[in-house]
């Protein structure tokens, strides 16, 4: 599988030819030849979300978004970063594109857990992605946040960290650009959401998808837990996959 190694940078306004605010892939020779003021070991959500803080301009806008294109371009500026991902660029399949529709494919791969010793040391089988944008890529475009009360409790475990919802929502609402669903489609929907949480400027755009299907939770989720107890013991990848697939099938036929 062939690498992906993403350059991004800060520009200056002292440079004479103007040059693409954004990332480009370049090719080994180029970063054989150039200096680098960051180098970052992954291209997945921290990796992508570190190289764009780095690269902001302090006046607000950012040199280098999260979407890269394939040009073969070398910025140059006043601080170049280099993200370094394992995984290529996915090729727009609707398993990366279309909301809700998760299926293990080529981007995926998967840890195995350490035992977990408030589970019964079992071990788990962990997916992640192997592709630039990482989870993002494979999480069939699910945007989802944690409940209050679960960010309150890392301050309360860790002592005093500074970590809970108060000192985290900001960057929260910086990260997004929510769109609500109109009131007739999320009544229909059954779409509830509290818009004061969400932010309105953020590089990410974020809304609901525009279809659903009558009782689709009701119908699957009740039976996800016990099917997928045995696939988390599995640790081949196509052996997952067809585990995975009885476990849609189990829930399609609500037995």
Known sequence: MKKGIIACAFLSTAVANPLPRHATLVSRQIVNETQYDFIIAGGGIAGLTA????????????????????????????????????????????EVLVPGKFSLN???????????????NQKFIVPFGRVVGGGSAVNALVW????????????KQLGDSGWNWNTLLPYFEKSEKFTPPSQSYAREANISFIDNVHGKEGPVHVSYPNFFWNGSGESYYPHLPPVWHSCNKLTNHSQLVECSARGWLHSRQGS
């Open 51 to 94: 190289a764009n803080r780095l690269t902001e301009d302090p006046s607000g806008e950012t040199a280098c978004p999260i979407i890269f294109p394939f040009t073969a371009l070398l910025i140059i500026g006043i601080v170049n970063v280099l993200v370094i991902e394992a995984g290529p660029f996915d090729q727009g399949e609707a």
């Open 106 to 120: 080529r981007y995926t791969s998967l840890l195995q857990s350490v035992p977990q010793k408030a589970l019964n």
């Open 144 to 155: 989802l946040r944690s409940a209050k009360a679960e960010y309150d409790s890392w301050d």
